[in-house]
């Protein structure tokens, strides 16, 4: 079975879709396959369709949408008229709720974690080429929000959050190694988007003041740093960590010759909104300005 998840919902089995079109049995699937190869309790389905307080038809209602999932399960299986698995090979009914078995398909998410990891590694290891390579690679896979064709219920939104988060740490290294590569003037037009989506994101603010910095854009660079002081202080009552602070001030002792002061600050988690500046296993590192 192959499931994309990082964009929109698509589960194959031998090639053939089998992602129902209504929306209730998509959340059920897509439930499913975050827990791929795992039991799924009758109670965290019937949570995430309707909440704190089901109908009394919730369980017969989710067997429905069980049989629905099956019965397009079966259409793709009956292509393969060599095969001996039936769709209760496929989705199992376990005590307490249902196994979906993915196989040995391919899943955009981990494929993501595996190139994500191999970046991460790469990062500890100072080998920035290779980093940036497999975290590019890793970030491509995604085409929009995860599971963003599906109605999410309280149990999906934590998933997709997760993945978000998963997503933005990946991000934030990749940048990091561009950074140590020089390519800070082809960062420039992404980490201006970024820096507006995530206000509170200090690792990137970092990352965009170091840009600008040595795009010759120092007056800009300030300004980002006041910017995101504004709005932690503003918003949250916080100021910004230690190491942006460090950060600002190597900057605005840079010499005149364009030179900066000595500076080596190490990023925190800081106060960024779920935002550290490491990644899982990332540098850490808001480096120095270099003319």
């Known amino acids: 079975m192959d499931t994309d998840i990082l964009g ?24 499913l396959v975050l827990h791929a190869d795992q039991m799924v309790p009758v109670g965290m389905l019937s949570e995430e369709l309707w909440g704190a307080r089901p109908p009394r038809s919730a369980r017969p209602t989710l067997q429905t949408y069980i049989l629905q999932l099956r019965e397009l ?31 040995e398909g391919s899943s955009d998410v981990r494929e993501f974690e595996r190139l994500a990891g191999l970046g991460y590694r790469a990062m500890d290891g100072a080998d920035f080429p290779e980093a940036a390579r497999h975290l590019r690679a890793a970030l491509a896979l995604w085409s929009g929000p995860p599971l963003a064709d599906v109605q999410a219920g309280p149990h999906l939104a934590t998933q997709v959050k997760r993945l978000e988060e998963s997503r933005l740490c990946a991000l934030d290294q990749r940048i990091e190694a561009d950074l140590r590569l020089g390519r800070h003037r082809e960062l420039l037009a992404e980490l201006t988007v970024l820096v507006s989506r995530y206000p509170t994101h200090e690792s990137l603010c970092g990352q965009y ?26 918003g949250l009552g916080l100021e910004p960590s230690a190491a942006l602070g460090k950060l600002q001030r190597s900057i605005l002792m840079a010499r005149p010759d364009g030179s900066p002061a000595a500076a080596n600050a190490t990023a925190g988690s800081g106060s960024g909104s779920g935002a550290p500046g490491t990644g899982p296993a990332g540098s850490g590192r808001l480096a120095a300005p270099v003319g």
């Open 73 to 103: 399960i079966t259409a793709a299986l009956e292509r393969d008229p060599g095969g001996r698995r039936t769709a209760k090979d496929v989705l199992l009914t376990v005590p307490g709720g249902y196994l979906l078995k993915s196989g």
């Open 8 to 31: 929109t919902l698509a589960v194959r089995e031998k090639g053939i879709s089998i992602t129902p079109t209504a929306p209730k049995p998509r959340q059920v699937l897509a439930l």
């Open 209 to 234: 003041m170091l840009a600008l910095y040595r795009s010759g854009r120092r007056g800009e660079a300030l300004d980002a740093y006041q910017r995101l002081r504004a709005t932690l202080v503003r």
